[in-house]
């Protein structure tokens, strides 16, 4: 017998197959120890490369690598068995060709045996989502608001609010679908616009600041525990979990500082000794 969990993964194939049915529940992990916990929940775990503003305090998710997926992702695996693991593709790992992002991919499926890998972008991506797709990597999209662009955007704000804008929103949505992905985050969008695309392409959906009507919903996961410094409009925080541990982290300095831990309870007295030898 070969020596494989006997635990069966989701994988992007049951995930495809999901669509307009019961929603699909993702949420964002960078460690073993939360992915457990989210493992039991949710069809899909996602580390994000916010992990760059989480875990890293950068601005933006610019600079994070594929080096840091990869140990991120590792850890996520081994935290988890039952959800799809996707992990982010960060940016400048695949964006100057579709060998460029096949070779980023590949290690990416390689190094942490997650179940499939997601890039941001419409249109102009799915040509390389095709040739992934077609060559075993299962990929999800993510359009709307891109936060790997936010150089050229210029701010993180909603997408599909102005009068006319929404066509290439919906070009993005329909030409990911055909290039083969299993599904598309649709992040920060008009809510009718994320409805309708959600109406019209053939793949899942997931919403994050986009439309309950999605075929699933995302959040990072700090920012629904309520550790995160700012919440944005579409989060619903699930918890409050910043000042929590602040005060068990106070209480614990001033049980230093006043010499009250460790008490007698987390010390290690002398072992017995037999009188004689
Ligand atoms: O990096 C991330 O956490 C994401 C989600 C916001 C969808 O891409």
Redesign the pocket.
Same mark, same amino acid.
């Given at each position: 017998m070969s020596i494989q969990s006997v635990t069966k993964r989701k994988t992007a194939p049951d995930i495809r197959a999901r669509k307009g049915g019961e929603p699909i529940v993702m949420l964002?992990s960078y460690h073993a120890r939360t992915a457990a916990l989210v493992d039991r929940y949710c069809d899909i775990i996602?580390v994000?490369?916010?992990l760059g503003n989480v875990m890293h305090g950068f601005e933006t998710?610019v600079p994070v690598t594929l080096e840091m997926m990869v140990l991120q992702g590792q850890a996520v695996m081994r935290g988890s068995q039952h959800a799809l693991v996707v992990v982010?593709m960060p940016f400048g790992s695949y964006e100057s060709s579709k060998e460029q992002a096949f070779y980023s991919a590949a290690r990416i499926l390689k190094e942490t045996h997650c179940g499939a890998v997601?890039l941001e972008g419409g249109a102009r991506m799915a040509e390389t989502i095709a040739f992934l797709s077609e060559r075993g990597v299962p990929v999800m999209g993510?359009i709307g608001l891109t936060p790997q662009s936010i150089n050229t955007l210029g701010s993180f704000r909603a997408h599909g609010r102005e009068e006319g804008s929404w066509e290439p929103i919906e070009n993005d949505a329909k030409a990911i679908a055909q290039a083969g992905a299993f599904s598309v +985050?649709i992040?920060a969008v008009a809510e009718p616009l994320a409805r309708k695309i959600t109406e019209t392409i053939a793949i899942p959906t997931i919403g994050?600041g986009a439309s309950a009507t999605c075929d699933g919903q995302?959040l +990072?996961l700090d920012d629904m525990l309520g550790l995160s410094p700012r919440t944005p409009k579409f989060v619903r925080r699930y918890g409050n979990l910043g000042p929590m541990i602040e005060a068990a982290i106070e209480s614990y300095a001033a049980d230093v500082r006043s010499r009250s831990f460790p008490g007698p309870e987390h010390v290690y007295g002398m072992k017995a000794q037999l009188s004689g030898h």
């Amino acid at each position: 017998m070969s020596i494989q969990s006997v635990t069966k993964r989701k994988t992007a194939p049951d995930i495809r197959a999901r669509k307009g049915g019961e929603p699909i529940v993702m949420l964002t992990s960078y460690h073993a120890r939360t992915a457990a916990l989210v493992d039991r929940y949710c069809d899909i775990i996602l580390v994000g490369d916010s992990l760059g503003n989480v875990m890293h305090g950068f601005e933006t998710t610019v600079p994070v690598t594929l080096e840091m997926m990869v140990l991120q992702g590792q850890a996520v695996m081994r935290g988890s068995q039952h959800a799809l693991v996707v992990v982010d593709m960060p940016f400048g790992s695949y964006e100057s060709s579709k060998e460029q992002a096949f070779y980023s991919a590949a290690r990416i499926l390689k190094e942490t045996h997650c179940g499939a890998v997601k890039l941001e972008g419409g249109a102009r991506m799915a040509e390389t989502i095709a040739f992934l797709s077609e060559r075993g990597v299962p990929v999800m999209g993510h359009i709307g608001l891109t936060p790997q662009s936010i150089n050229t955007l210029g701010s993180f704000r909603a997408h599909g609010r102005e009068e006319g804008s929404w066509e290439p929103i919906e070009n993005d949505a329909k030409a990911i679908a055909q290039a083969g992905a299993f599904s598309v +985050v649709i992040e920060a969008v008009a809510e009718p616009l994320a409805r309708k695309i959600t109406e019209t392409i053939a793949i899942p959906t997931i919403g994050i600041g986009a439309s309950a009507t999605c075929d699933g919903q995302v959040l +990072v996961l700090d920012d629904m525990l309520g550790l995160s410094p700012r919440t944005p409009k579409f989060v619903r925080r699930y918890g409050n979990l910043g000042p929590m541990i602040e005060a068990a982290i106070e209480s614990y300095a001033a049980d230093v500082r006043s010499r009250s831990f460790p008490g007698p309870e987390h010390v290690y007295g002398m072992k017995a000794q037999l009188s004689g030898h």
